[in-house]
């Protein structure tokens, strides 16, 4: 079986520290009405396994219910246990090798800050990247500096992978990642942390579209 593609559109992550009081669960559920193609379950709290785990189960549900390709970073025996899509590891988790014998044909995307570690991934068999942080970004602690809109030009002309560009972007700033030849786009703050998750969505995918490649 063919793992699945990574969709073009939104790439809603959760970030549960910057919901202004929302749960992953409801902000997972407004993005899911916004538009967004795919979902990352990120959490880095302190929060048990068997509650990140409940979480999962619960946003597992809604997105397949909708269609939403579903991801969860770091933890792959969270992704085994709810049976999500894929899973999204950083550089220092285990080698892809290792993942892929876990998960088998589930999706596996890792996160990439330089075209060494992109062709690395390419080489390895990871499904996608994240390439990033395009913009700094205070959403994950201990973040490598901004890498640019060079990095990004690079993973476009060089690297046949699907990629989200993730990293600081904003309402802003999204139309230029767009026109950079990015079709899949990761937000964090900008949509958790609105009063109206769904609409800000919305909003970003009509920006998306309107934008000429």
């Not at 959490?43 to 990140?52: A, L, M, P």
């Not at 002309?157 to 989200?164: A, D, E, H, S, Y």
């Not at 958790?192 to 000429?212: E, H, N, W």
């Amino acid at each position: 079986m063919k793992n699945p593609d990574l969709p073009h559109g939104i790439y809603g992550i959760t970030a549960e520290e910057f919901s202004k009081g929302r749960s992953n669960l409801t902000t997972a559920a407004e993005m899911i009405k916004g538009g967004i193609k795919t979902l990352q379950y990120r959490d880095k709290s302190e929060k048990s396994i068997r509650q990140k785990y409940q979480e999962c189960l619960e946003i597992r549900k809604i997105c397949k219910d909708n269609g939403v390709l579903f991801v969860v970073n770091d933890f792959v025996d969270i992704a085994l246990a709810v049976d999500a899509d894929g899973v999204h590891i950083g550089q220092d988790d285990l080698p892809i090798a290792e993942v892929r014998k876990l998960v088998g044909n589930k999706m596996i995307g890792i996160s990439t800050h330089s075209p060494e570690q992109a062709k690395k991934a390419l080489e390895e068999g990871a499904d996608y990247i994240g390439v990033g942080p395009i913009f700094q970004t205070n959403t994950k602690k201990n973040a490598c500096e901004a890498v640019g809109l060079d990095y990004l030009d690079f993973v476009v002309k060089n690297i046949p992978l699907p990629f989200t560009a993730i990293g600081g972007i904003k309402e802003n700033n999204i139309k230029e990642i767009a026109k950079h030849g990015a079709r899949t786009i990761a937000l964090v703050t900008e949509i958790v942390g609105a009063d109206d998750i769904a609409a800000r969505v919305k909003s970003l995918v009509v920006t998306i579209m309107k934008t000429d490649y």
